[in-house]
């Protein structure tokens, strides 16, 4: 099992970026596919963007070309750089993690997770 800390959330105005941080620790995320999933009020939780052990990615087309995952193994960080964010982006965004993993956007696809950090963008 290992352990998730997500940060970097926040408040911006629409067409503002953030990056997303995710510290794993417990052990070593060379061996694990990563995602970052979103909730935001009263939806369901949804698939952003995943990394596979190998560094193929996958994104949603409702952020493709303007969030980018990432992954340092040297770190154990997980990243998740969000660019021209939107009033629609406000959500929870959580960090997940499946040992030996592929890329998915399904939360069935992940075991462990963070506990969340807040983004709101305002228009």
């Known amino acids: 099992e290992v352990q998730l800390v997500e940060s970097g959330g926040g408040s911006v105005q629409a067409g503002g970026s953030l990056r997303l941080s995710c510290v794993a620790s417990g052990s070593t995320l060379n061996n694990y596919g990563m995602g970052w999933f979103r909730q935001a009020s009263g939806k369901e939780r949804e698939g952003v963007a995943c990394?596979?052990?190998?560094?193929?990615?996958a994104y949603p087309a409702s952020v493709k070309g303007r969030f980018t995952i990432s992954k340092d193994n040297a770190k154990n960080t997980l990243y998740l750089q969000m660019d021209s964010l939107k009033p629609e982006d406000t959500a929870m965004y959580y960090c997940?993690?499946?040992?030996?993993?592929?890329?998915?956007?399904?939360?069935?696809?992940?075991?462990?997770w963070g506990r969340g950090t807040q983004v709101t963008v305002s228009s």
């Open positions: 990394i596979s052990m190998n560094g193929g990615t």
């Open positions: 997940a993690a499946k040992l030996f993993g592929l890329c998915g956007l399904n939360t069935r696809n992940f075991d462990d």
